[in-house]
């Protein structure tokens, strides 16, 4: 399949809102020459990046807008645009190739649309920009609610959040401290030829300067280096481990701080990791496998547990809940078309209900690390305000170390550009248990 129609494709599946591009890709991918593929998930992952600019400038060439039916059409044009300006792909190659792809989907109809608008846009595109940019929406290509959400609560950090969420994420490594530590392993790239840089806040991360295959790495088979962001690593730290301890990791998958946590502190008694999907368990044991580790793995909703909890309590509980993932823009910017405003207060009353559906299966001084890679207060201090609220038994900590911005609850970071993505931590400590009957029968004040 040609690169751009394979793109498209991809592409059309997320302007539908049927499907993201991590499950609308790999489809594609299998039909596209090995050596394409490199450009197929450019193309894709680029014309998500700056879908509201590209979308703006197609708006003022097109006489009237793409019915639903023509969103393949719709993403072959953004293909075709996002090519234009930015890739290095010369505009007749461009446009000729882009155009080609129509006899695929059997609209004769739309060739000679997509001819006349790409090469309009070749003529007018950088001056109609210019006029265009007026709007805060074209401008920093995030969708209008999203522009005025981070707005509204960072004034004075937005438009450096957007900036950071429109550039390639850097790819960044953790150490297997049971293996070796991070010198020594810097030490390692130094001899491979692979430039990197020590992370400021994890003890156990390190920035390469340049992205490569994981199998370019030392030692990566053998399960002396991680793939992981520096801001997801600073949980296993935060959460104390100590020897002897039970350790939930609830909404695991893919693993990352399931295995961060057994390689932190290898005397942990168990760890539990839960999620919902079964599927995204394979994962998890995959990851597992590689750095020689054991958890008990379980699929559950961590809300039910009265299906997965046996009554014995945990010391430690990392619920890195489910968010819109508005931290991880830059690494998914199909979020940037598959989220809506309308998600935000259901995701934070499910935060919500996790945190009280968990919180009893928490000892008493026992500590639950709060997580999520959003930078949305609603998913966050606010869902934490409320929660100590409601909860009397319930006291919050404070977050070692130097990261991030510090709220009246909790601790947010957000995306930069050659540093850590966006993410928020809160840290609870249960001071007393819930009022009522514990599961294992025992009388609770």
């Given at each position: ?5 394979a793109?498209a ?20 991918l ?12 450019e193309?894709?992952?680029?014309a ?7 979308a ?9 807008p793409?019915?639903?039916a023509d969103?393949d059409?719709?993403a ?14 010369p505009?007749h190659a461009a446009i ?8 695929k989907?059997?609209?004769p ?12 846009a ?19 290509a ?8 981070l707005k509204?609560?960072?004034p ?13 994420p850097?790819?960044m490594?953790?150490v ?5 530590d991070r ?7 130094r ?11 994890s003890?156990d991360?390190?920035r ?18 991680s ?6 690593q600073l949980?296993?730290s ?9 350790v ?8 990352g701080?399931t295995?961060?946590?057994?390689e ?6 168990e760890?539990?990791?839960?999620d ?7 994962r ?12 008990t ?7 039910d ?10 010391q430690?509980?990392l ?13 998914h ?27 009893p ?8 690390l709060?997580a999520?890679?959003?930078?949305l ?5 606010e869902?934490?305000e409320?929660?100590?609220a ?11 170390g ?13 995306p ?7 993410f ?5 400590i249960?001071v007393?248990a819930?009022s009522?009957?514990?599961?294992t029968?025992?009388p609770?004040?």
């Open positions: 399949m040609n690169p751009r129609l793109a494709r991809a592409l059309a599946t997320v302007l539908a809102g049927k499907a993201s591009l991590g499950s609308s890709l790999p489809d594609v299998a039909k596209v020459e090995a050596r394409d593929r490199g450009l197929t998930q193309l894709a992952f680029g998500a990046r700056w879908q509201p600019r590209l703006g400038l197609a708006a003022r060439l097109l006489q009237k793409f019915k639903a969103r059409v719709e072959l044009l953004l293909i075709g645009i996002y090519q234009l300006f930015y890739t290095r792909i505009p000729g190739e882009t155009v080609g792809c129509v006899d989907l059997k609209k109809w739309a060739k000679g649309l997509l001819n006349a608008v790409l090469r309009r070749q003529r007018e595109g950088e001056a109609l920009l210019v006029e265009l940019e007026h709007d805060p929406v074209i401008r920093v995030h969708p209008r609610w999203l522009q005025k959400t509204a609560h960072w004075e950090h937005w438009e450096a959040i957007c900036a950071a969420n429109n550039v390639h850097p790819m490594l953790r297997n401290r049971r293996q070796l010198d020594a392993y810097l030490d390692e790239l001899a491979a030829g692979i430039e990197a840089f020590a992370c400021p806040f003890e991360g390190i390469l300067a340049a992205p490569c295959d994981v199998q370019q790495l030392p030692g990566f088979a053998e399960g002396r280096v793939v992981q962001d520096e801001a997801a949980a296993a935060l959460l104390e481990l100590k020897p002897g301890q039970r939930l990791d609830a909404c695991c998958a893919p693993g701080k295995c961060h946590i057994l932190h502190e290898p005397g942990l008694a760890v539990v990791a839960l919902l999907e079964p599927k995204r368990l394979q998890v044991q995959e990851n597992l496998e590689r750095l020689r580790l054991e958890a793995l379980t699929a559950a909703d961590a809300r547990t009265d299906r997965w909890w046996d009554g014995k309590p945990f430690r509980i619920l890195d809940a489910p968010c819109s993932a508005t931290g991880v823009i830059r690494r910017p199909d979020i940037k078309l598959a989220r809506q405003a309308e998600d935000i207060a259901p995701l934070a009353t499910l935060q919500g209900e996790m945190l009280d559906a968990l919180w299966t928490l000892e008493v001084g026992g500590v639950l709060y999520t890679c959003s930078v207060p609603t998913e966050n201090r869902v934490i409320a929660f100590l409601r909860m009397p038994g319930a006291r919050e900590l404070d977050l070692a130097d990261f991030g911005l510090k709220q009246y609850h909790g601790r947010q970071l957000l930069q550009e050659d540093g850590h993505d966006g928020y931590y809160a840290k609870l249960k007393a819930e009522g009957t514990a599961k029968g025992v609770t004040t």
